[in-house]
């Protein structure tokens, strides 16, 4: 995917691999880096790693910035334009749910 300017989308040229938009949209959604690990299928490390080398390739030094950074080239919308919703009873371990749930 070819993610450019929210005025001009073929313009920035920024290229993110599947795992690496599905991880922002999941945290744009409001994910932990565990529960978008789980929803991914991969570990917490792969998660951070995918992230430092998002920041390095947009020349960001922290995820603030690198938050900035995805919003401004329009990479933490959905398809639709709308964000996912965490799951949050699914992305919770099992021994945390309550009972009365």
Known sequence: MIVGTPDDPAQA?????????ALVELLAAGHTDASAARRLG?????VSYTLQSLMDRLAVE????LGLALGTLGATETADGSAAEPDVA????????DEGE
Do not use: H, Y
């Open 42 to 46: 991969v570990s917490p490390r792969t």
């Open 62 to 65: 922290n995820r603030f910035q």
């Open 90 to 97: 699914q992305d919770r371990p099992p021994d945390s749910i």
């Open 13 to 21: 040229g920024v290229v993110f691999t599947a795992r690496e938009k």
